[in-house]
């Protein structure tokens, strides 16, 4: 039996989250996280293969928390999920492996994700 990926997704949008669950869940183990409070245990137990982020998470950026509470996680990939104006600038600066735009579809979210594990 092949080893299920796992994907820790950080969104401050509970329904965002629910419903991000619900399209990677029946593929992925998936765990979901509406704050950044303990996300570095939350992490270190988990164990991601991939890690989706949004950019806006209340008072605090994907910035700060990929520079902050990621830091030991720099080797798992990122994918950057927002509707930030300039998400392609903004995923270039912070290095993250890819990105997908808000508002998205079902299809690019399972293709995306696929895609970032396959590399």
Do not use: C, W
């Not at 399209?23 to 765990?31: D, E, H, P, R």
């Not at 605090?60 to 030991?72: F, W």
């Amino acid at each position: 039996m092949p080893d299920i990926k796992k994907i820790f997704i950080l969104d401050d949008e509970e329904e965002i989250l629910e419903l991000l669950a619900r399209i990677l869940g029946n593929q992925y183990s998936v765990f979901t996280k509406s704050n950044t409070e303990g996300i570095e245990q939350d992490l270190m137990e988990f164990k991601p293969d991939v890690i989706m982020i949004d950019h806006f998470m209340g008072d605090t950026t994907s910035k700060e928390i990929l520079t902050q509470a990621l830091g030991s996680f720099a080797n798992v990939p990122v994918i950057l999920h927002s509707a930030h104006e300039d998400i392609e600038k903004l995923s270039f600066e912070t290095k993250v492996a890819g990105f997908i735009r808000k508002p998205s579809g079902i299809r690019e979210i399972r293709e995306k994700v696929a895609e970032i594990l396959e590399r």
